[in-house]
């Protein structure tokens, strides 16, 4: 009798799979993984975009939406002021948080890790916490420093009625963005880097004859090209996502940017989804743009500056060094204490900004907000979401960021620019489509409702500027580390694990500091996925905001 002969469990794979290195298959298993996770809901914002029935009804298709959306009245005022917004507050802070950085990672500015802290501080504090404090500080009717304008002058003999200051402008727009992260962002990430670099290109500069000033411009910042581009394009698609300072800013003079307009869309009765999703998917534009030209700025050369042999040095400024560290004192406390000190003040006032009351001063803005039930609930929400968010973050990110820039398989450019598209898409936007994805999937319906999806959502968030910032980190490591654990017999995951990973425990923790305030601070990006049960400080802090208790917003902040 013939015997039948049963596959083997090798003929029932594709042959092609069994040719596949284990680095290949981890870098399509990416691939997939993040493709489906970001790529998806921007399907279904794309498709969406073309939808022009209601919420609930059956999905009619057209371009209907897009031709209202171009059509609606100062859409183009409000691409213009982003525009405008992004190259001047972009022109004022990437040179000025270039030149910190550099002062404070590679000369003898006195407290250089001090002043620093003050900058990372700055970072960490929320937009809208900076925001309310400028507005106290600077409102046209009830601005301290307005009164205080006033005063001085009629002490001098000068009758003046309103004191110069105005937030509520577009340089006062501009100012707020400064003061917030436009600086302090730049400085956090550029100056570890510049502190990580070797010295030895520089000291070959300055023996044949170069200025300290000469070496900085000809050899330091083309060195450094990586980080700076990195940092700069991921600053400058923030731009696109600006929300909190435009909407308490802009809105009420009437200056709407790109991201207000599609919120204001959204908001509208009935909801002009079609045309805000087919606002946003414009965006996609600039992902075409800055993709190809950050990859092909960082990959064209070699960018070494760590190595085995590291020889970091400090240029002596002489006496000007405390100059240089009053100089920066003083920016760090109009970044940090000033607006903070506003905040704390604001919070003990009976009302915001106003001291001429009966009772000026009062604690039970604080009595109210911490005995109320929602505020108990937001925190605790807010800790197990950043939390979570700040432990298992960085340890995909790092190891995605490693395989896109050190393993020789297909695919690392489809899955770096798969990664570059979240910071393209606006925050609210990208809410709607997670939104879309976690209800019409069924087998992600059950989680709609639950912290487990905020915490997804979280930990995913920011994932560009984080997997970016890896690998500035791993562009910088000499190779010949890794490939001496190799010959001595360790495998990919020991060698990144115990010769990479301690290597970047810097960039380890900004990273996981930054998912933390990423996921603290997140208001758009999280907004339509929120419930009242897992709401976190941020959104709680808005709520406060909309119902006109800024004094309680204070203290949330």
Not at 74 to 81: D, E, F, T, V
Not at 174 to 180: C, R, T, Y
Not at 206 to 226: E, Y
Request: aromatic fraction near 12%.
């Amino acid at each position: 009798m013939a015997e039948i002969a049963l596959p083997t469990r090798r003929s029932l794979i594709p042959g092609f799979l069994w040719r596949l290195s284990w680095a290949q298959i981890g870098m399509l298993l990416l691939i997939g993984a993040f493709g489906f996770y970001l790529l998806y809901p921007l399907i279904l914002i794309l498709i969406n975009s073309f939808n022009t029935a209601r919420i609930g009804q059956p999905p009619v298709y057209g371009i209907e939406g897009w031709v209202k959306a171009w059509q609606t009245p100062g859409i183009w005022n409000a691409l213009r002021n982003t525009l405008l917004l992004a190259v001047a507050y972009q022109v004022i802070s990437f040179p000025i948080g270039i030149l910190i950085s550099w002062l404070l990672a590679r000369t003898n500015v006195p407290w250089a890790h001090g002043l620093e802290f003050f900058f990372w501080l700055s970072f960490f504090l929320p937009s809208l916490s900076i925001t309310l404090g400028w507005m106290l500080l600077a409102d046209p009717r009830a601005g301290v420093l307005n009164h205080i304008t006033i005063y001085l002058a009629n002490m001098v003999g000068m009758d003046i009625k309103q004191g110069p200051f105005n937030v509520y402008t577009f340089w006062g727009i501009v100012w707020v963005h400064l003061m917030a992260h436009a600086i302090s962002g730049k400085v956090m990430l550029l100056t570890t880097a510049f502190r990580n670099m070797d010295a030895s290109l520089e000291e070959a500069s300055r023996m044949s004859g170069a200025s300290n000033i000469g070496t900085f411009l000809r050899v330091t910042l083309p060195v450094m090209t990586p980080a700076l581009v990195i940092v700069f394009m991921l600053q400058l698609v923030r731009t696109l996502e600006s929300f909190e300072i435009e909407l308490l800013l802009g809105v009420p003079q009437g200056l709407y940017v790109y991201s207000t307009a599609i919120v204001d869309m959204v908001k509208k009765e009935p909801p002009q989804l079609g045309g805000a999703t087919a606002l946003g998917s414009v965006t996609l534009l600039f992902l075409i743009i800055a993709v190809p030209v950050q990859r092909w700025l960082t990959t064209r050369r070699d960018y070494t500056t760590i190595t085995g042999k590291i020889r970091p040095t400090l240029i002596d400024l002489g006496p000007w060094r405390w100059v240089v560290f009053a100089a920066i004192l003083l920016l760090a406390t109009m970044l940090v204490i000033i607006p903070l000190f506003s905040v704390v003040v604001g919070s003990f006032m009976t009302r915001f900004g106003f001291f001429n009351l009966p009772t000026t001063w009062t604690t039970g803005n604080w009595a109210r907000t911490l005995n109320d039930t929602s505020f108990t609930k937001s925190l605790i929400n807010t800790l197990i979401i950043a939390g979570v968010a700040a432990i298992v973050g960085p340890i995909i990110l790092s190891l995605t960021a490693y395989v896109i820039v050190r393993a020789k398989v297909w695919g690392k450019g489809v899955l770096d620019s798969i990664l570059w598209i979240p910071s393209v898409i606006p925050g609210a936007l990208a809410s709607l489509g997670l939104l879309w994805m976690f209800l019409g999937t069924p087998i992600f319906n059950p989680l709609y409702g639950t912290i487990f999806l905020l915490i997804i959502a979280s930990v995913m968030g920011g994932v560009t500027i984080s997997t970016q910032i890896f690998k500035a980190a791993v562009l910088q490591l000499g190779k010949e580390m890794e490939e001496s654990s190799r010959m001595s017999g360790g495998g990919s995951i020991g060698t990144y694990f115990r010769i990479v990973a301690p290597l970047m425990v810097q960039t380890f923790v900004l990273i996981a500091t930054l998912k933390f305030m990423f996921a603290a601070n997140a208001t758009s990006s999280v907004i339509l996925l929120a419930t009242s049960d897992t709401r976190t400080i941020s959104l709680l802090t808005l709520d406060f905001v909309f119902e006109g208790l800024r004094e309680s917003a204070a203290v949330c902040t």
